[in-house]
């Protein structure tokens, strides 16, 4: 007989069970709770994400039609909306904080061990930013425009397992060039980015140190064509324009 499990029970075996309690109890999470753990919390974050949930009520009613598969998940009844509000607000961050890095040393030694068919010899890094929306009346720290607000995640993959290894949370109209002129990478790293980060000073500077970028042009950028190199080998180059 094969054992087939859903997505979400499979995200969840990322997470060991005996290390998230362990950090519960470091943090001392759980004290003051009355019937809902952290672990529930944690299971209903995490629904809500790959749901795209809006809102708790949506959170709480998808909850409730998947509780009969969701008990052997350690979920035992369905939160409540209050239930639910109270732990994000008072509950501690740290231990998702915690959390995270369990995770992602797991992740790095499995990324570690796994051959993949597209390699580089150096290093590789994508660069890249988001903007994440909040509400400016509720977030009044994060403003964006007027009517707005919002924050920026500044992203760093490693693409030995396309892991994250460097992430900056900033303001939502900080520009990406002054973020990246802070970093600094090992020489033969390449890095790969969007137009968002053009500029001929960090090109130049990271030029001289010896990495890599590869990004894409402007439109009315000025440069001169110094070769030109068919890839894959043997294939016709087109002319650049």
Known sequence: MVAVASCFAQMLTLIDRTD?????????AERGAKGFSCWEQFVSMLFCQVGSAHSFREICG??????GKLVHLGVRRTPTRSMLAYANAHWPWQLYETLFYQVLTR??????????????????????????EWCATVFDGA????????????LQLDHQGCLPCWALVTEGDVNDVRVAQRLTFAP????????GYLDDALYHRWTTAGVWFVTRPRTNMLYDVLDRRPYPPGAPCSPMR
């Open 143 to 154: 403003r964006f425009v007027r009517t707005k607000g919002a924050i920026t995640l500044h």
């Open 107 to 132: 992740c790095q030694a499995v990324a570690a061990l796994k051959r993949r068919r597209f390699r580089f010899k150096h290093p590789l890094r994508t660069l890249d930013s988001t903007i994440i």
């Open 20 to 28: 998230f309690a362990r950090a519960v109890r470091h943090h001392q």
């Open 62 to 67: 998808g909850l409730a039609t998947a509780l």
């Open 188 to 195: 033969g790293t390449i890095v790969a980015m969007d137009r």
